[in-house]
């Protein structure tokens, strides 16, 4: 069974930034979407950003947008997450998650609602404070 491992997590100041990174143990990523949830504390899962198993295309929620980048380099097996200007709200456990392609369009908000993935990493946590 395809398994995630998340690594990158720390605690970080506000303003900060960290590169969150996931790769998978005996199986390659190319050929899924992969994507990145996060859950605080006390709060609901919440999915942070995808991208298709190609990396043409990427979706990102709100909250994240303009600070959150997601990339895929194929030929190491990796998926990053790049995060900037990060703010005590970004505090949470970061799960990468994979997913057979829908179809042959990439539809952000079907992944961004939580649909879709299939296999889970055990999450990395992220703590910005001062």
């Known amino acids: 069974q395809l398994q995630l491992v998340e690594s990158g997590g720390a605690l970080v100041q506000p303003g900060g930034s960290l590169r969150l990174s996931c790769t998978a143990s005996?199986?390659?990523?190319?050929?899924?979407?992969i994507g990145w949830f996060r859950q605080a504390p006390g709060k609901e899962r919440e999915g942070v950003s995808f991208i298709s198993s190609r990396g043409g295309s990427t979706v990102y929620a709100d909250s994240v947008k303009g600070r959150f980048t997601i990339s895929r380099d194929n030929a190491k097996n990796m998926v990053y997450l790049q995060m900037n200007s990060l703010k005590p709200e970004d505090t949470a456990v970061y799960y990468c998650?994979?997913?057979?392609?829908?179809?042959?369009?990439?539809?952000?908000?079907?992944?961004?609602?939580?649909?879709?993935?299939?296999?889970w990493g055990k999450g990395t946590l992220v703590t910005v404070s001062s």
């Open positions: 998650a994979a997913g057979e392609p829908r179809g042959p369009y990439f539809i952000g908000s079907y992944y961004l609602r939580g649909h879709g993935m299939a296999y």
């Open positions: 005996r199986f390659t990523l190319d050929y899924y979407v």
